[in-house]
């Protein structure tokens, strides 16, 4: 596993040569690419750098900010992973394979950053993890609280940093991030020329469902201040002008404008105090200086809406039900955020469930002393909701909350879409219990009602939202991104035959351990496996079964190992409302297809044209004989399967056509 190096440069002088010595003594086989991009340097300290083989040097002749300049050297590698490392740090022994090892175990693969130990010349570390920034941390800055009482600040100034744990940020100056991640976030947002690049993007990582994590296992050296030092009129201004740069795009209004009004008003006065009291007479000057640019800065800034930037055309707020290792949330809202970016859509990420309860969940257990911690974070989501566009629910905005409320607390004046791939209307209306279905049988019909928009994964969800007199209904149906997704080269004649299904620990306990002596029997009498992924390892599993753990990662490589795909349900209301997408993912791998003619199944089977449906034992059985005992038929269903998915069925077609439904509804806007 190795990672690219992106070192951005700016007038560092011998900071820069120590730092690329240190990668080459100490990058162990683990760098792809080491590319330094330097903004307008004039003191020759990339020179060094002239024929050098094992650095890429890009030079842009003019300053162009940190963030623009790391994706620019972000673009040029095509590792796993990127590393952005500050010309005056240097890495140790240990420095990049340690948290290299420690990302690509399968356990942490919901992290997507990764910081070490930074330390002094002396070998002391440094405080240099931080929490996501609310409005009354700025504030404490601009009070001077920060500075006297250091738990008011956003930084971790009061923790040794000597423990690995989780933390919501890490410093810019080593910051590893998985590259399809920081890809699909789009990398830095450039409108931050310096500072709070990476705390940005490090906010977003965590609303995307992944997080943050601090190892002292490995340790590299910070000297710190680097350039910066040498402007500090100009440094002061640029990370008070990120700093409301940040404010305006993650806060409500009434915090931006609060944190605005103290670090314009008050904050001057607090840092002067300051250095009055430590007779630090001679950073007066460029604290003065400092100011007169932000003052300039902001009698010309577009506050509020403006602060968006040119690009941006609209705000979304997604409201899902799951962070990103909850499947409907993944496919329905979240694998649709790159095409949003790239079409100039600012997007706020808003998880009801957090990864710590999908885990309990799978495992069979419940988290219910987390709920209220859940529905108090929805309420503040909602309450931010108001400064959006749109508002993108799934499902719905408040679990178990009656529909009266949940509008009283969703804000007026903003279009809603509400998404809708599984019939959760079921889960009150046929509730067993009266109380439940009288207080919230018609809950979900509520929603569907006062909804701008309802996108609904097949008909019979849609027919449920044209009954509760929903405004417009679009069939948005759940789909695979093809470049994550291909079809396999034949297998060798004389390979085992392998019969798959993927889905959870749940499922495969209703839908197919009732399947297994059956698929015990197939798998003796044709020498097959069973291969099921994301079912856990139930006890007593027979040797024909082969259990493996399911990742968003992984989980198209083994669909690839399949032969044959299943999807068996009963024909219940509750099965009627799911969208098929297992399905969808086997016929994208160029797999042949056996499913219980329920619901969507009837529309995305073409019996004898991508696979066969079945509803006895015996049809299933002889479906699957016919299947295993003819690789020349698996190999031409899997082929229309694919072009199914093509033509109907793929992010590529999708994403376009749902970017336009939300541009539609935003202009509902009152």
């Avoid at 997408?581 to 791998?589: N, P, R, S, T």
Wanted: glycine share 10%.
């Amino acid at each position: 596993m190795k990672t690219d190096i992106v070192i951005v440069n700016w007038n560092s002088g011998a900071q820069l040569r120590a730092c690329i010595e240190s990668i080459r003594a100490h990058g162990a086989g683990r760098v792809g690419r080491c590319i330094v991009v330097d903004n307008g340097s004039q003191d020759g300290s990339t020179d060094f750098l002239a024929g050098a083989e094992d650095v890429d040097l890009l030079e842009t002749g003019q300053n162009l900010g940190f963030g623009k300049a790391c994706n620019l050297g972000a673009a040029r590698g095509q590792s796993p992973f990127v590393l952005f490392l500050n010309p005056d740090a240097w890495l140790q022994p240990g420095s990049l394979s340690v948290p290299l090892d420690f990302m690509a175990r399968p356990e942490n693969d919901r992290v997507g950053i990764v910081g070490v130990a930074l330390t002094d010349a002396d070998g002391t570390v440094q405080r240099t993890c931080a929490r996501h920034p609310r409005p009354w941390h700025l504030l404490a800055r601009a009070f001077g609280l920060a500075y006297l009482v250091p738990a008011t600040d956003f930084t971790l100034r009061s923790w040794d940093h000597a423990t690995s744990r989780p933390v919501d940020q890490v410093i810019g100056a080593f910051f590893l991030i998985r590259r399809p991640l920081f890809e699909q976030l789009q990398g830095f947002d450039e409108r931050f020329f310096v500072y709070f690049e990476e705390v940005d993007l490090s906010l977003r990582v965590r609303q995307a469902g992944y997080r943050s994590y601090f190892l002292t296992e490995a340790q590299a050296c910070h000297a710190g201040g680097g350039v910066s030092s040498q402007v500090k009129a100009h440094r002061l201004f640029y990370s008070l002008r990120s700093r409301l740069q940040y404010a305006f795009k993650h806060f409500s209004a009434p915090g931006a404008w609060a944190v605005t009004a103290a670090t314009l008003g008050l904050e001057p006065l607090t840092r002067l105090g300051l250095l009055l009291a430590k007779r630090r007479f001679d950073e007066i000057g460029d604290l003065g200086r400092g100011y007169a640019m932000l003052w300039g800065w902001a009698l010309r800034a577009p506050f509020g809406a403006g602060q968006r930037g040119a690009a941006t055309a609209l705000r979304v707020t997604i409201l899902s039900r799951y962070s990103r290792m909850g499947a409907s949330s993944r496919l329905r809202t979240m694998q649709y955020l790159p095409h949003l970016e790239r079409a100039g859509v600012e997007v706020t990420l808003a998880p009801f469930f957090d990864d710590a309860y999908l885990r309990a969940l799978y495992a069979g257990k419940r988290d219910k002393g987390g709920l209220g911690r859940f529905l108090w974070r929805r309420l503040a989501h909602c309450g931010a909701a108001r400064r959006a566009d749109v508002i993108w629910v799934e499902k719905e905005a408040l679990p178990w909350f009656p529909w009266p409320l949940e509008r009283l607390f969703l804000p007026r004046g903003v279009p809603v879409i509400s998404d809708h791939d599984d019939a959760v209307f079921h889960r009150y209306d046929q509730h067993r219990n009266p109380l439940v279905r009288r207080l919230l049988g018609r809950k979900i019909d509520g929603v569907m009602a006062h909804s701008a928009l309802v996108t609904a994964g097949n008909r019979y969800l849609a027919e449920r939202a044209a009954a509760a007199g929903a405004a417009r209904i679009e069939i948005v149906p759940t789909v695979v991104d093809l470049d994550h997704y291909r079809v396999p080269a034949p297998k060798p004649p004389g390979s085992r035959l392998v019969i798959g299904w993927i889905g959870t620990p749940g499922t495969w306990a209703k839908y197919m351990e009732p399947m297994r002596p059956l698929l015990a029997a197939l798998a003796q009498q044709h020498d097959a496996t069973i291969l099921a992924v994301g079912a856990g390892e139930p006890p007593g599993a027979q040797g024909c079964f082969d259990f493996r753990a399911w990742s968003e990662d992984t989980e198209a490589e083994l669909i690839c190992q399949m032969d044959i795909g299943l999807m068996p349900l009963p024909d219940t209301p509750w099965e009627r409302g799911k969208c098929g997408y297992k399905l969808i993912q086997y016929m994208a791998c160029g797999l042949p297809v056996v499913a219980s003619p329920v619901g969507v199944n009837r529309d995305l089977v073409s019996p004898g044209e991508n696979g066969f449906l079945a509803t006895t034992e015996a049809e299933w059985r002889a479906a699957l004989d016919r299947l295993a005992a003819d690789p020349g038929l698996r190999r031409r269903m899997g082929a229309a399967g694919r072009q199914k998915v093509e033509q109907g069925y793929s992010l590529q077609v999708w994403g376009p056509r749902l970017v336009e439904m939300i541009r539609e509804t935003a202009g509902q806007r009152r």
